[in-house]
T-cell receptor, first 116, second 112 residues
Framework: GAVVSQHPSRVICKSGTSVKIECRSL??????MFWYRQFPKQSLMLMAT?????????EQGVEKDKFLINHASLTLSTLTVTSAHPEDSSFYIC????????????FGPGTRLTVT | EDKVVQSPLSLVVHEGDTVTLNCSYE??????LLWYKQEKKAPTFLFML????IEKKSGRLSSILDKKELFSILNITATQTGDSAVYLC????????????FGQGTTLQVKP
């Protein structure tokens, strides 16, 4: 199989604090991981592409200093939302591919972030 | 700018009905089009289409691609309440980044 996990599944934090979300490929090595956010009743918006051992590539309009991405190993990528604000509340989903440039993305179950 | 547009945005039908979901796209270099089903959590893969006119089928779901007119349709026959979900269309451009470009999704509700 190709299983991707995310932790936590749900988090509530106070405005101004930072939150870290982990994305792990459990049974394969992920050369590339993608981070998306999804607002209610909207589609997935790609935030950044992360390759193991290199800096993430952010999409236009995504603040890299606010959404810190680290892809330290072939099975783990983390997204840290720094100084979170209520407008950062969203559903964050990661996906992973086995091969660089492959269309097959395996999605994690998502993390629901609520900033109060 | 690469773009994927789905229609309708939402749809309510009754069990047993047949539905057709549409996806049109404009991308600089097209490689494949993918359909996903999302029920509250992560999207699950349904189909990948690369060639025009070849229908992909899985049970009551089928999909076809028209590369000349730049669209795809997803058909669901004899709908069931378990088909209620958001259906996402995504295009995989012919680049080596692996990025998918998603449409807005179609929310399907199947009533008993």
């Amino acid at each position: 199989g190709a299983v991707v996990s995310q932790h936590p599944s749900r988090v509530i934090c106070k405005s101004g604090t930072s939150v870290k979300i982990e994305c792990r490929s459990l049974d394969f090595q992920a050369t590339t991981m993608f981070w998306y956010r999804q607002f209610p009743k909207q589609s997935l918006m790609l935030m950044a592409t992360s390759n193991e051992g290199s800096k993430a590539t952010y999409e236009q309009g995504v603040e890299k200093d606010k959404f810190l991405i680290n892809h330290a190993s072939l099975t783990l990528s983390t997204l840290t939302v720094t100084s979170a604000h209520p407008e950062d509340s969203s559903f964050y989903i990661c996906s992973a591919t086995r091969q660089f440039g492959s269309y097959e993305q395996y999605f994690g179950p998502g993390t629901r972030l609520t900033v109060t | 700018e690469d773009k994927v547009v789905q229609s309708p945005l939402s749809l309510v039908v009754h069990e047993g009905d047949t539905v057709t979901l549409n996806c049109s796209y404009e991308v600089t270099n097209f490689r494949s089009l993918l359909w996903y089903k999302q029920e509250k959590k992560a999207p699950t893969f349904l189909f990948m289409l690369t060639s025009s006119g070849i229908e992909k089928k899985s049970g009551r779901l089928s999909s076809i691609l028209d590369k000349k007119e730049l669209f795809s349709i997803l058909n669901i026959t004899a709908t069931q309440t378990g088909d209620s979900a958001v259906y996402l269309c995504a295009v995989f451009p012919s680049s080596n980044t692996g990025k998918l470009i998603f449409g807005q999704g179609t929310t399907l509700q199947v009533k008993p």
